[in-house]
């Protein structure tokens, strides 16, 4: 089991910031090679917006948030942020968590793609008005 706390969400004007952070653990390390950032809006379906090789440190951004989000980890602290600039209101959403393995090779960006990853978080809600 992997266990994922997300924190960080809130409410925000556009244009303005935020950071989330994911702390994650499990007794296997390589349950959590790849760990991604998923967002989910009202209405809408689920959508990846980043994700981390947290061995290789390869990161992978969806074009949506290009630019303005950034997925950084702290390997020490078990920590995974997006930090989110430049917020629009089409950015509200839950965001998740979410971590898996990757034991061929480095598959983070197909598991961001899909969305199948094993392991999820309970989300943190961001809400931007404008």
């Known amino acids: 089991q992997v266990q994922l706390v997300e924190s960080g969400g809130g409410s925000v004007q556009a244009g303005e910031s935020l950071r989330l952070s994911c702390v994650h653990s499990?007794?296997?390390?390589?349950?959590?090679?790849?760990l991604a950032w998923f967002r989910q809006a009202p209405g809408k379906e689920r959508e990846g917006v980043a994700t981390?090789?947290?061995?290789?440190?390869?990161?992978y951004s969806a074009d949506s948030v290009d630019g303005r989000f950034i997925i950084s980890q702290d390997i020490a602290k078990n920590i995974v942020y997006l930090q989110m600039n430049s917020l629009q209101p089409e950015d509200t959403a839950m965001y998740y968590c979410?971590?898996?393995?990757?034991?061929?090779?480095?598959?983070?960006?197909?598991?961001?793609?899909?969305?199948?990853?094993?392991?999820w978080g309970q989300g943190t809600q961001v809400t931007v008005s404008s």
């Open positions: 979410a971590a898996d393995s990757s034991p061929y090779g480095d598959i983070c960006r197909a598991l961001l793609d899909t969305g199948a990853m094993n392991y």
């Open positions: 499990s007794k296997y390390r390589e349950h959590r090679t790849c």
């Open positions: 981390i090789n947290t061995v290789r440190g390869s990161t």
